[in-house]
């Protein structure tokens, strides 16, 4: 176990590596790369450009700089930001809690899923069950930027119900102003649960064992959780760490929409507005997530299931 | 004295989209105290239905839609959901077919022995853990003391089967239902398995039903045979009342069908020609006419009821009944030369 955890770490921290690689070359070969923006601004002298190149190390070949910006990202060091001038590191962790809210209580609500899956596989065919399918497939079937924009339309300009824009002051102002864009957050995870729940708990009540459990008299309740159950939510536990660093990518959408003051918003702005230090760190934070993530699933399900060996 | 198990007229059926699956037709047969009886019969025939219907395990689309359960005088198809499950795992126990299936994944083998013997017996959790220490002993598992926190996984497919005998043995049933319990086991093993059973009735006084797709699993084993045709008892005695004296020309079509160390190489093995009936479309008579070579114009249109028929062992006291129109016995010339089957 402790060996699997060192080999995997030190994957993941070549995997990290490589991607950060790729982006950075991305970056820099694409169209409308660092000096776009510069070479674009008519106010600015050819001089100045020079003068700002430098002064962000952009007049270096591109090995150089990279080299450089390796050993400094090592250090979470992202330089300053191009229109700002803090740090990009700065600029990002003032948004991590804003999106860590957002995107704790959409996880938190994506996870209703596993009841709701358990629910659908336990009434399969009935009407809970056929609804419950409906729903999910028409949800999984709609954008969630469009329902996000739905929402908004009925329930908040509207109906006024809920207040349209960020949520400031007091326990209950918050909760009404974070509800509504984790709910639309969450679709996607929790129709993922959901599906994923219900095909597990099938598939489980189907198994000899569960056969076996009833012959031995046992009560519906310990059969249930400990031989439907107990096998059916192995997978989930993968699930909850594959899902782990969506919850920060699918929020650029649902933060834009709802004007939430987010990583995911600030992403946005940094790619219009091609402010690549942050750009750069905020991919950074979602590839350690992703890799996090999968590394966390691998070590759960190792946890949960006695069947699986790391070596 | 009254039987321990007593089934009568007891009717399964599966209903799907093309019609009602009649997998256990109007059966009723019995087993005594510490008795063995054998089931045989092809897949399909009933036999592994008609065991889940004595336990009520019969999954939806199933259903037991007809007949009663009587065991120690009580009707299990009346017992409510709670009291069954107190039936099970104690009073009436089963092995199943497929150890490496069979068993919880994730469960240590002593957690799931333990299951049913503070479900039902009220032990605490050491008592339990402890007793199926000498539960796995009895079922020859080695180092069972340690083995008994491994999972299944660790086993092989004979000691997984062990330790499910291990567990259907745990509250000392009074009847144990073995459902194919070697089918899934290699020819070894398989006969390891049946003397452990053998031994541990012996010990215990249990009555067993062994449902078996193989007449030689049961040949040594079982006090009375069943032989189950779609659906149906086909025909039913003692073990030596069967093996010396078949009347069905099922039961002899099976018999001739495996070869015997007793007899000359010189006889050849002969199937049983076609297959068997669709049961969404049972003949209206006999289920078995189509490939029977002894077959009455009768046996077309009525359904043969089981009768009794003389009997050559045991001095003739023996029971013997046949569901069968016909009185033909084994070596008989064929009525209707079965024609072969493309």
């Known amino acids: 176990m402790r060996r699997f955890i060192i080999r995997r770490v030190l994957q993941s921290i070549l995997l990290i590596w490589a991607v950060m690689s790729l982006t950075f070359l991305l970056i820099n070969i694409a169209p409308g790369g ?27 070949p591109l090995y150089e700089q990279y080299i450089v910006w390796m050993g400094r990202i090592v250090t979470f060091d992202f330089g300053r930001s191009y229109t700002n001038p803090f740090p990009a590191v700065q600029r990002v962790f003032e948004r991590v809690p804003n999106t860590a809210e957002l995107g704790l209580a959409s996880y938190l609500i994506g996870m209703l899923g596993i009841p709701i899956g358990i629910y659908a596989a336990r009434h399969r065919g009935k009407f809970g069950d056929n609804f419950i399918r409906v729903v999910t497939v028409i949800g999984s079937c709609m954008p969630v930027w469009w329902i996000s924009l739905m929402v908004i339309f009925i329930l908040a300009a509207t109906l006024r119900w809920f207040p349209q824009g960020e949520g400031q002051g007091g326990v209950l102002p918050w909760f009404v102003n974070l509800i509504i864009p984790a709910a639309l957050l969450s679709t996607g995870t929790l129709i993922s649960f959901t599906r994923f729940v219900r095909a597990e708990t099938l598939e489980v009540l189907s198994q000899d064992y569960v056969r076996t459990a009833n012959a031995k008299g ?85 946890l949960v299931d006695p069947r699986v060996r790391y070596d | 004295m009254a039987p321990l198990l007593e089934v009568r007229n007891l009717k399964t059926q599966f209903k799907s989209k093309d019609g009602v ?133 660790h086993f092989s497919g004979g000691m997984r089967q062990r330790v499910m005998i291990a567990m259907a043995l745990a509250c000392r049933p009074k009847l144990i239902i073995a459902d194919e319990p070697t089918t899934a086991l290699d020819v070894t093993i398989q006969a390891q398995i049946l003397e452990l059973l053998e031994k541990l009735q012996a010990e215990t006084g249990t009555a067993v039903m062994l449902i078996t797709h193989a007449l030689g ?15 149906h008892i086909v025909e039913t005695a003692t073990s030596d009342e069967l093996f010396d004296n078949p009347r069905h020309p099922y039961t002899m079509g099976l018999l001739k069908s ?27 008579g006999c289920p078995f006419v189509s490939r029977c070579e002894y077959a009455l114009p009768q046996a077309e249109i009525i359904l043969p009821q089981l009768r009794q028929v003389p009997s050559v062992t045991d001095g003739g006291r023996s029971e013997h009944w046949i569901a069968c129109h016909s009185e033909v016995k084994m070596g008989d010339p064929p009525v209707h030369p079965a024609q072969e089957v493309a």
Request: net charge positive.
């Open chain 1, 34 to 60: 660092p000096d776009a923006i510069l070479a674009q601004n008519p106010k600015l002298t050819k001089d100045q450009i020079a003068a700002i190149r430098e002064s962000y190390g952009l007049n270096k």
């Open chain 1, 218 to 302: 046992l009560a519906a309740g310990q059969v249930n959780r400990w031989h439907v159950f107990r096998n059916s939510l192995i997978p989930v536990v993968t699930l909850l760490g594959y899902l782990l660093p969506t919850l920060v990518s699918g929020a650029i959408i649902t933060e834009q929409i709802f004007q939430w003051p987010g990583m995911g918003r600030l992403f946005y702005q940094s790619a219009v507005s091609r402010d690549m230090p942050v750009l750069l760190c905020i991919l950074y934070i979602s590839t350690i997530l992703t890799v996090l993530g999968t590394l966390l699933a691998d070590i759960g399900y190792g």
């Open chain 2, 21 to 153: 699956v009649k997998a256990v037709d109007d059966v009723s047969f019995y087993i005594d105290k510490g008795e063995t009886l054998g089931v045989v019969g092809e897949s399909g025939s009933g036999k592994s239905v008609t065991a889940m219907s004595i336990l009520r395990l019969v999954q939806a689309p199933g259903k037991v839609v007809d007949g009663q359960i009587l065991f120690e005088g009580r009707d299990l198809l009346k017992l409510d959901d709670k009291d069954m499950r107190k039936v099970r795992g104690k009073e009436i126990a089963m092995i199943f077919q497929d150890p490496m299936t069979s068993l919880n994944p994730v469960l240590t083998v002593g957690r799931q022995l333990s299951e049913p013997l503070i479900t039902h017996l009220g032990l605490t959790k050491t008592q339990a853990l402890k007793e199926s220490v000498d539960l796995l002993k009895m079922v020859g598992i080695p180092n069972a003391a340690e083995r008994v926190h491994s999972f299944p996984h």
């Open chain 2, 217 to 231: 699993v049961v040949a040594g084993m079982a006090d009375r045979i069943n032989v189950m045709y779609a659906g």
């Open chain 2, 258 to 284: 495996i070869p015997r160390l007793d007899e000359s190489r010189r006889g050849r093995l002969q199937p049983i020609k076609g297959s068997p009936p669709d049961l969404l479309d049972l003949p209206k």
